[in-house]
T-cell receptor
Framework: GQNIDQPTEMTATEGAIVQINCTYQTSGFNGLFWYQQHAGEAPTFLSYNVLDGLEEKGRFSSFLSRSKGYSYLLLKELQMKDSASYLCAVKVNNNAGNMLTFGGGTRLMVKP | DAGVTQSPTHLIKTRGQQVTLRCSPKSGHDTVSWYQQALGQGPQFIFQYYEEEERQRGNFPDRFSGHQFPNYSSELNVNALLLGDSALYLC????????????FGPGTRLTVT
């Protein structure tokens, strides 16, 4: 089976930088995703990493180390609207599709 | 271009009843996945449909069943509802060429009393 761990809650200040970590243990790894989910809303796609390294997309960056089973999501210049849950999800290659296994989510609170 | 749509938005059922939830995928998408998200938890994969067949299934009992129609829309059926089935049910669709990216619908909030 798969095991995905991420912190339950984090707090940061508006304008600051925050890093949300995710560790995973899985076989047949075929990519790691980060989703943002505001309360009561659907998850929205943020990033996808399948190779080691850093992917930058505006204020958000995501890093992956497959050998360490580790990823992080970096949010810069935090805004109040970034207060949300951030979900780490792993895709496993089982030749049957693109099932995602999610972590429990990290609830980020951005304070003024 | 409509995104993923789900109906109904909210639903209240009694233990033992049966429920059907519906999902229409994003235009151009042919694969539909269903997830259950309990309050404060991450989504858990229920099953995935492609070409009108269940292609993958998560660790959910047979009370959970589904269907995909020729127009790629899908239904999730849950029989003999339990209190623990109360959750947000999310539908996600993906396209053949970018199958790694799943687009989620707004979800159906099911409450079992």
């Amino acid at each position: 089976g798969q095991n995905i761990d991420q912190p339950t809650e984090m707090t940061a200040t508006e304008g600051a930088i925050v890093q949300i970590n995710c560790t995973y243990q899985t076989s047949g790894f075929n990519g790691l995703f980060w989703y943002q989910q505001h309360a009561g809303e659907a998850p929205t796609f943020l990033s996808y990493n399948v190779l080691d390294g850093l992917e930058e997309k505006g204020r958000f960056s995501s890093f992956l180390s497959r050998s360490k089973g580790y990823s992080y999501l970096l949010l810069k210049e935090l805004q109040m609207k970034d207060s949300a849950s951030y979900l780490c999800a792993v895709k496993v290659n089982n030749n049957a599709g693109n099932m995602l296994t999610f972590g429990g989510g990290t609830r980020l609170m951005v304070k003024p | 271009d409509a995104g993923v749509t789900q109906s109904p938005t909210h639903l209240i059922k009694t233990r033992g009843q049966q429920v059907t939830l519906r999902c229409s995928p994003k235009s151009g998408h042919d694969t539909v996945s269903w997830y259950q998200q309990a309050l404060g938890q991450g989504p858990q994969f229920i099953f995935q449909y492609y070409e009108e067949e269940e292609r993958q299934r998560g660790n959910f009992p047979d009370r959970f069943s589904g269907h995909q129609f020729p127009n790629y829309s899908s239904e999730l059926n849950v029989n003999a509802l339990l209190l623990g089935d109360s959750a947000l049910y999310l539908c996600a669709s993906s396209a053949p060429t970018t199958s790694y990216e799943q687009y989620f619908g707004p979800g159906t909030r099911l409450t079992v009393t």
